[in-house]
């Protein structure tokens, strides 16, 4: 049994920054893939960010060059940087291994 805890949402103005943080209650070293999914509104849940214990990383084409995923097995967090944020990038962020989901932290970004 694994527990996540999304924390790091807020409102941010476009072009600002943000860091997100998931912490879980168990060890993740074990875990092959984290991952950090969003949905906006009215929009279905899609895959922002993924990260693999080798620390492989994979990203949506909307947030390439911008947002940054990461681990530290030691505090059983995953991170997610995001830069250069856009009013698109509005959305309930989800944390994510295996069949275990966190409730999720708000982002705004606006204006």
């Known amino acids: 049994q694994v527990q996540l805890v999304e924390s790091g949402g807020g409102l941010v103005q476009p072009g600002g920054s943000l860091r997100l943080s998931c912490a879980a209650s168990?060890?993740?070293?074990?875990?092959?893939?984290m991952r950090w999914y969003r949905q906006a509104p009215g929009k279905e849940r899609d895959l922002v960010a993924l990260?693999?214990?080798?620390?492989?990383?994979n990203y949506a084409d909307s947030v390439k060059g911008r947002f940054t995923i990461s681990r530290d097995n030691a505090k059983n967090t995953v991170y997610l940087q995001m830069n250069s944020l856009k009013p698109e990038d509005t959305a309930v962020y989800y944390c994510?291994?295996?069949?275990?989901w966190g409730k999720g932290t708000l982002v705004t970004v606006s204006s």
């Open positions: 168990g060890s993740i070293s074990s875990i092959t893939v």
């Open positions: 994510n291994c295996l069949r275990y």
């Open positions: 990260i693999t214990d080798g620390g492989s990383t």
